[in-house]
């Protein structure tokens, strides 16, 4: 073969080499190598699964006939000023005003638990009422008396008698999830039955400041005044909170509501009924949880976390081991504590008379301490939705 001819050859081969490649690159750049390999989670092709319930009729239609609307009534005396106050002031004859009496009523809603009558509602709802009467769905209406009622969760329990009642089926907190679609029945601002749909948006807030005891499920399904204690229920129409409270700066809904989990509400309601109020575990410290703020301020180490002794109550199981203000702690039990909050769970979970240890840090020192849980001494003072007395383990 002569020289040209190879040649020939040789630029045919180099000339389809070249028109190859300028095809593979027009076509298929990602054959040629441009640096490192990057691996990506690509999603698969659209699935043909079915799609989501275009309604949720059917779970309102198992939930809706349980869940009322309660209206309460309380007569408040206005007494005028006396002399003393309004020095210029004299009255006529020598006599003094009389006082005035005014009727002031508010609108709530409430959840039947059982068909024997009992409902569960919030109790600031009916704190302070004087009459109470609910309102059914089917328009019947009864007066109701109280049970008993927790300040700490601010639950309470009602009872009416009727006949015929729709009770409510209990869902179970461990199925709750951020993500489940859920709704929320009520009447807001008395203008009869609603319901609204949202999504769990945060499981186990506290720290919130609105009640001593805290483990709120929040969601943004519209809750509003009136809205409290009505029912916020799962897709198959079981209970899962108690709607309780919004967060807001005009008063209305901003997207950002909570409601009491159905576990802490049906532990309530079971001992109102069985004892007529809550027994609960109770050590007696008052404190604070340990933020990394807090623990740079106190030259604690950063990692720590517990909670701070503000105060310790005369007589309670943590006076008489010797817990003292200013001591941390850091674990109950063997097990760290994270917040004031869960801890203030923790121990009300705990039944009174049940040994416990508490590990205390102390001027850099670790000490464990023992102690036997007592029964929460009842509150005080009134608790209501946005003003409480600090946590009290």
Same mark, same amino acid.
């Not at 609910?134 to 009622?149: E, H, I, P, T």
């Not at 004892?275 to 410290?285: N, S």
């Given at each position: 073969m002569s020289l040209s001819h190879r040649l020939v050859i040789l630029v045919r081969i180099v000339t389809?080499?070249? @028109? =190859? @490649? *300028?095809?593979?690159?027009?076509f298929r750049p990602q054959l040629i190598a441009h640096g490192p390999t990057v691996v990506v989670r690509e999603a698969p092709p659209a699935k043909t699964s079915s799609p989501g319930p275009v309604s949720y009729a059917y779970a309102v239609k198992q939930a809706a006939n349980a869940v009322v609307n309660i209206n309460t009534a309380k007569v408040v005396v206005t007494h005028p000023r006396t002399a003393p106050e309004l020095p210029f002031y004299q009255p006529f004859g020598g006599q003094q005003p009389e006082s005035r009496k005014r009727v002031e009523t508010s609108l709530g809603s409430g959840v039947i638990v059982s068909k024997a009558g009992y409902i569960l509602t919030n109790y600031h709802v009916i704190h302070s009422a004087d009459s109470i009467r609910? *309102? =059914?769905?089917?328009?019947?209406?009864?007066?109701? #008396?109280?049970?008993?009622?927790d300040p700490a969760t601010d639950l309470a329990v009602l009872k &009416?008698?009727?006949?015929?009642?729709?009770? &409510?089926? =209990?869902?179970?907190?461990s199925d709750i999830a951020v993500g489940d679609v859920v709704l929320a029945i009520g009447d807001p601002f008395g203008i009869?039955?609603?319901v609204t749909m949202g999504i769990v948006s945060a499981t186990g807030r506290d720290e919130l400041g609105l009640s001593p005891i805290e483990n709120f499920? #929040?969601?943004? @399904?519209?809750i509003n005044p009136g809205n409290s204690g009505g029912a916020l229920i799962n897709t198959d129409g079981?209970?899962?909170?108690?709607?309780?409270?919004? %967060?807001?700066?005009?008063?209305?809904?901003?997207?950002?509501?909570? @409601?009491?989990?159905v576990n802490l509400a049906?532990?309530? *309601?079971? #001992?109102?009924?069985? %004892?007529?109020?809550?027994?609960?575990?109770?050590?007696?410290?008052?404190? #604070?949880?340990?933020t990394p703020a807090l623990a740079e301020t106190l030259k604690l180490p950063k990692s720590l976390r517990g909670v701070l002794v503000a105060a310790i109550y005369k007589n309670g199981p943590a006076a008489k081991a010797g817990v003292q203000p200013g001591d941390i702690l850091y674990a109950i039990n063997g097990r760290p504590l994270r917040s004031a909050n869960r801890a203030l769970l923790k121990i009300a979970d705990t039944k009174p008379g049940t040994p416990i240890t508490l590990g205390v840090l102390r001027n850099g020192h670790r000490l464990t301490v023992h102690m036997v849980v007592a029964t929460r001494p009842p509150l005080k003072t009134a608790t209501s939705l946005t003003q409480g007395p600090p946590p009290t383990p």
């Open positions: 389809g080499g070249l @028109a =190859l @490649a *300028f095809v593979i690159l027009l609910v *309102f =059914l769905k089917d328009g019947r209406s009864a007066n109701a #008396q109280v049970v008993g009622v &009416i008698h009727l006949p015929r009642l729709s009770a &409510i089926t =209990l869902g179970h907190a009869g039955q609603t499920i #929040q969601t943004d @399904a519209a079981d209970l899962i909170g108690i709607d309780s409270a919004i %967060y807001t700066h005009s008063g209305g809904f901003q997207g950002i509501g909570f @409601a009491i989990p049906r532990h309530v *309601f079971r #001992q109102i009924v069985k %004892y007529g109020h809550v027994i609960e575990g109770w050590i007696g410290v008052a404190g #604070q949880t340990v």
